[in-house]
């Protein structure tokens, strides 16, 4: 088998596995317990269907008598009932575990990797997947505005959470650190805020996410509209959630010194108007070819599970605390009941 570049920058404490049909990189630390527990190059061992969910249904290993979650990679949008869950490229979850380690260096959580594998389909192409540690006591941040949205969380939770939201997304940006998908069902939040404690957070699923040495402002304002973007979709979906006032709290925990908010706001929302007609054909076309239902936008008992590596981010648009930008892109995302992991 041809070995891939990305397996040449492997962080330290992975070891490289390969044959002739799959290739797997595993923590040093970890691969006895996954091995005892049955998970392999080839094999798949004591892997279930897990209660929590991404895109498809994620799968669950108890190894070592600690729990793991399993993303199998499988194509969104309208490529979703065509390719299902083979694809060409076979870096892709090592290029994930790369990037997941570099954040994770610069003090941003993300959970942590137990393993990455590619092993040939049956048909044609790759079949990718990637084995994070469960967060204990966690929902994705989908899941959070449901709740807000039943008035499930205090004012002040609330309130502390949307800040938190965009001082995570900042954290992300000033790292130039660019996610391919950012949206709430890809941020993680600790159980706890939603009771008032001191929000912690996490970004989950960095798949084809990138650094960049510097984001241009256009960068950042094309990301931050992409997740505003998912809000405005919700909305649609569920009702609107967001005020101007949690926007301004997102963007003060974004730009906590004032200095790009206004401009931010102001071409973010310009260019959303611009794109609106675009993405609602988009939504439409997704929901006619796609007939089986995200398994995140199925309600479930009001019990509150955990969710962990991998679930959805959404922040909260902007403004600070005396302004009053113009067009004000919401996006909506496809969980409201559900909470999701990675």
Known sequence: MTTLPVLAELPAGFTLEESPRAILVVRDDLADDLAAAGFGLESDGELRTSTLAGRTPLLELEA???PYLLRRYTHGGLMRWMTRERFLDAARPFRELVLSDELARRGVRTPAVAAARARTSAVCGWQLELMTRRVPDSVDLGFVLGA????EVSGEAWRAIVRACGALVRQLHDCGFLHADLQPNNVLVQQAALSGAEPE???????????EPRLTA??????????????ERRDAEHGSMLSRSDRA???AGYDPARELWRSDWRAIGVEHARRAGMHRVGWWLERLFNDAPDPRSIPRPQSTPQATPQATPQATPQATPQATPQATPQSRTRSDSTPRAS
């Open 249 to 251: 709290r997102f963007f």
């Open 148 to 151: 807000a949205r039943r008035s």
């Open 64 to 66: 070592g008598g600690q």
């Open 201 to 211: 957070l996490w970004i989950l699923d960095l798949d084809r996410s990138r650094f």
């Open 218 to 231: 256009e960068q950042r304002r094309t990301n931050l509209r992409r997740l505003f973007r998912h809000v």
